[in-house]
Structure formats: C-alpha cells, structure tokens
C-alpha cells in the first residue's frame, strides 16, 4: 500500500510539469487541467493498489493525453475523421515545437508554461494569478490570500484570464528574445508568489508544502541561466535563497513560530546563504537597483549578522524607505515600522502604521505588528483588541499561537516586564 500523504505531496510536485506537457499537447487551458485532473483520479485508484510508478510525472502525462484524446474522440465521435488525422500528426508537432523551444534555451517545460500565462495581452493581475492556479494548483482561496483580495474577485479575475485566452486565439508557443525581456517581471512575480505560497505554511504543513519553496527556487536558479546578465533575476534568486536558509530554524519542537531575533543561527543553512550573498553582491554591481535586488539586500543584512544585536536597523530602515519609493504599498511600511521601532522606539513606528489601518483591514500581521507595539508603550487593552484581531485573521495555527504567547504576557504583573519582552511580530522576521 501506498501512503495517501506520499500520494498527494507526488501530485502536487508534478503538477506543474504534467500540465505544462499537456497544454503543449492539446493546445488549451482548460483541457490540459482536465486532462491531468483525470489523471490525477486514475492515480488515487491505482497507486495504493499497485504501488507508485517509477517517474511520477510521466505516468500522468501519459495518463491525462490519452483521457484527453478519449474525450475529443468522444465530443466529435458524429464528425468525420479529420479528429483522428490531428491526433496522428501531434507527436511530429511536438517533436517541432520542443525542438525550437531548446534553439531558445526553453528546456523546461514549466517555464514555457509560465511565459505563456504571462502574456502581454493579460493584464499583469490576471497573468500572475492565472499561473499559480495553473502552473501551480494553489487554490483561488490561497491566490486571493497572495494579493489580499476576495476569494470571489480573484475567482473573476482567473475565470477572464481563461476566458481571454481561449478567445483571443493567444498562441501557446514560445515567445523570442525581446518578448522573453519584456515578460520576465511578470514571471519574476509569479516566482515569488509561489515561494511566499511555500514559505507562508505551518509547521503542519510545512512538509507538504516545502517544494512550492523549493520549485520557486529551481525555477529562479533556471531564469538565472536564461538571464544571466539581468539584477533584478540575481536579486529574486537570492532572496529566495535567502529566505530559505532560515526554514529549519523558524519553528520550534512544538510547531510554535521563532521570530528570526529568536532564532538558532546555527542552524540557518550556510550554502544557501553564501550563494544568496554573493548574488546579491553581483546583482548591485550592475548598480540598476529593483524591488526584488533591495528586498534581498535586506535579507543579507539579516543573514550577515552574527547575533541579532549585530543587525544594522539603520540600513535596513533607509532600505526600506527606497523600497517604498520603488514600490508604494502598505507591507512594505509595515515591515519598516519593525526597523522603524528598532531605531525611533514604539511611538514612532506606531504613528507610521496608523495610516495604513484601512488598508491592512484583513492581514494579520497588521495587528500583530500594532499589538507588539502597543505592548510595548504599555497600553495593554489597545493591545489586547490588537492581538484579538490578529488571532481571528491568522492564516495558520503557529501564528495564532504566537500571538496568543503576547496575550498571555499582558496578564504579567508588571508592566517593566511585558516591555521587556515584547517583540513585534512581521512577516519579515519569521
């Protein structure tokens, strides 16, 4: 017998390139999802049965284009045979199309399906959340959580996307040089996205969902390649790795969330970190700054500390605010104001978060960051109602619990104490 766990971490792992082999076959979206989604269903039958195949992947590749030209045969069986003769012709055509994607360095699979949701006649929302539900199978749920919208908006926004592509005859082939530059920030996004997806989980579940890290990765490791002289693909490369090197540190024994001041730095993963920081240092040398060059830049700051006390606040604070001009957006001013209280105390960072409450309505960190701060100053019922409100929007169990670590410290006796030990919760610290 096969265990379930093992069964669904292997779907999930080789959706992206079973999809992305049956959207070459069959030439559209929804009938490649439901090509492999058949598939997928053939595998729950037969694999606790008769064991797991040897490649995954190709098993359901094989699987899900022969369910999908059962299907077309099915559709069309009243028609003549012209049905019949393209399905005969299709191996040729693939034989050429994955010949000419490997002139253009195309030798993976996913990324070409990547580019193809990212083309330019979708507007970028639409192409980033088209490809993590594609290339990736998160749940509109999750995609909605990624871009702090409604499940139901972001339901219309893939559903257009779909829609578009399907009528505006958008070609699934590869795109040339010019256009690849052209589009590589939408799949840069798309890349991080799919890592935060990752990188987001509990310590539940953070062994099933470890390989969207890992994937985001290899699929930047494989942009690098492509893109070798490009910054802004060094810069999300090494933030990724940057990131991950602190995975095996971020949760205790008990799957309770370590606040990276908190955290064994011994145990962070030091060949990640050393590539991580020698990208980095190659991406400024080309000094055209982006978003994705001084997130990592802020990352390595983090990583080449020793100690937490080592940490330079002041650069990470005047990083920040670059990164604010880069790209306005209440998350990036809320990571500041960790910095910002590191620096200017409590009151400072708190003033520089209030504005930012009508936005940050619905996120969890939000109310972490404020109820941390407002502990601090020792205003324990604003902070209570703060960390209430955090607890109801956690996405995970470890970060309710977190949080409600805070809580248990209001009941201290002396407020000197709670001060002390207060930290402000951020996604940026974890």
């Given at each position: 017998?096969?265990?379930?766990?093992?069964?669904?971490?292997?779907?999930?792992?080789?959706?992206p390139?079973a999809?992305?082999?049956?959207?070459?076959?069959f030439?559209?979206?929804?009938?490649?999802?439901?090509?492999?989604q058949?598939?997928c269903?053939?595998?729950?039958?037969?694999w606790?049965?008769?064991?797991?195949?040897?490649?995954p992947?190709?098993?359901?590749?094989?699987?899900?284009?022969?369910?999908?030209?059962?299907?077309?045969r099915?559709?069309?069986?009243?028609a003549?045979?012209?049905?019949?003769?393209?399905?005969?012709?299709?191996?040729?055509?693939?034989a050429?199309?994955?010949?000419?994607?490997?002139?253009?360095?195309?030798?993976?699979?996913?990324?070409?399906?990547?580019?193809?949701?990212?083309?330019?006649?979708?507007?970028?929302?639409?192409?980033?959340?088209?490809?993590?539900?594609?290339?990736?199978?998160?749940?509109?749920?999750?995609i909605?959580r990624?871009?702090?919208?409604?499940?139901?908006a972001?339901?219309?926004?893939?559903?257009?996307?779909?829609?578009?592509?399907?009528?505006?005859?958008?070609?699934?082939?590869?795109?040339?040089?010019?256009?690849?530059?052209?589009?590589?920030?939408a799949?840069?996004?798309?890349?991080?996205?799919?890592?935060?997806?990752?990188?987001?989980?509990?310590?539940?579940?953070?062994?099933?969902?470890?390989?969207?890290?890992?994937e985001?990765?290899?699929?930047?490791?494989l942009?690098?390649?492509?893109?070798?002289?490009?910054?802004?693909?060094?810069?999300?490369?090494?933030?990724?790795?940057?990131?991950?090197?602190?995975?095996?540190?971020?949760?205790n024994?008990?799957?309770e969330l370590?606040?990276?001041?908190?955290?064994?730095?011994?145990?962070?993963?030091?060949?990640?970190?050393?590539?991580?920081?020698?990208?980095?240092?190659?991406?400024?040398?080309?000094?055209?700054?982006?978003p994705?060059?001084?997130?990592?830049?802020?990352a390595?700051?983090?990583?080449?500390?020793?100690?937490?006390?080592?940490?330079?606040?002041?650069?990470?604070?005047?990083?920040?605010?670059?990164?604010?001009?880069?790209?306005?957006?209440?998350?990036?001013?809320?990571?500041?104001?960790v910095?910002?209280?590191?620096?200017?105390?409590?009151?400072?960072?708190?003033?520089?978060?209030?504005p930012?409450?009508?936005?940050?309505?619905?996120?969890?960190?939000?109310?972490?960051?404020?109820?941390?701060?407002?502990?601090?100053?020792?205003?324990?019922?604003?902070?209570?109602?703060?960390?209430?409100?955090?607890?109801?929007?956690?996405?995970?169990?470890?970060?309710?619990?977190?949080?409600?670590?805070?809580?248990?410290?209001?009941?201290?006796?002396?407020?000197?104490?709670?001060?002390?030990?207060?930290?402000?919760?951020?996604?940026?610290?974890?």
């Open positions: 017998m096969t265990d379930p766990a093992w069964i669904s971490t292997a779907l999930s792992s080789a959706r390139q999809v992305a082999a049956l959207l070459r076959y030439r559209d979206l929804d009938t490649a999802e439901e090509a492999f058949e598939a269903l053939r595998a729950l039958r037969n606790p049965e008769k064991g797991p195949p040897r490649d992947a190709a098993w359901l590749i094989f699987v899900g284009r022969n369910s999908g030209i059962d299907a077309a099915r559709r069309s069986k009243q003549p045979l012209p049905a019949e003769e393209l399905v005969s012709d299709l191996e040729d055509v693939e050429g199309i994955a010949e000419r994607l490997d002139g253009q360095h195309y030798r993976d699979d996913i990324l070409r399906l990547l580019f193809i949701c990212c083309h330019p006649d979708l507007p970028a929302t639409q192409q980033v959340a088209l490809a993590l539900r594609i290339v990736s199978g998160l749940s509109v749920k999750q909605a990624a871009f702090l919208v409604g499940e139901s972001m339901e219309q926004r893939i559903t257009r996307a779909k829609a578009r592509i399907a009528n505006a005859d958008v070609p699934f082939e590869a795109p040339g040089p010019v256009e690849r530059s052209e589009r590589v920030a799949v840069l996004a798309m890349v991080y996205l799919v890592f935060n997806e990752g990188y987001s989980a509990g310590a539940t579940e953070i062994a099933n969902r470890a390989p969207l890290c890992e985001a990765i290899r699929l930047a490791r942009l690098l390649r492509l893109f070798q002289t490009e910054p802004e693909v060094m810069g999300l490369t090494a933030l990724l790795l940057l990131q991950h090197a602190r995975a095996a540190a971020r949760f024994a008990e799957g370590v606040l990276m001041e908190d955290q064994d730095r011994s145990l962070w993963n030091r060949s990640l970190i050393d590539e991580g920081l020698a990208l980095i240092d190659k991406a400024m040398r080309h000094r055209r700054s982006g994705y060059q001084i997130q990592a830049a802020i390595a700051l983090h990583a080449r500390a020793a100690r937490p006390e080592d940490t330079d606040w002041a650069e990470i604070d005047l990083l920040y605010s670059v990164l604010e001009s880069m790209t306005p957006s209440p998350v990036v001013t809320l990571n500041r104001a910095a910002f209280a590191k620096l200017r105390g409590p009151e400072a960072a708190l003033k520089l978060i209030e930012l409450a009508p936005k940050l309505a619905g996120y969890f960190h939000f109310f972490g960051v404020k109820g941390g701060l407002l502990m601090q100053l020792g205003r324990a019922e604003e902070a209570r109602e703060a960390f209430d409100r955090a607890i109801a929007l956690a996405n995970t169990a470890a970060e309710a619990a977190h949080i409600r670590m805070h809580l248990d410290r209001l009941s201290a006796p002396s407020p000197k104490s709670v001060k002390a030990n207060t930290k402000a919760p951020s996604s940026q610290l974890q």
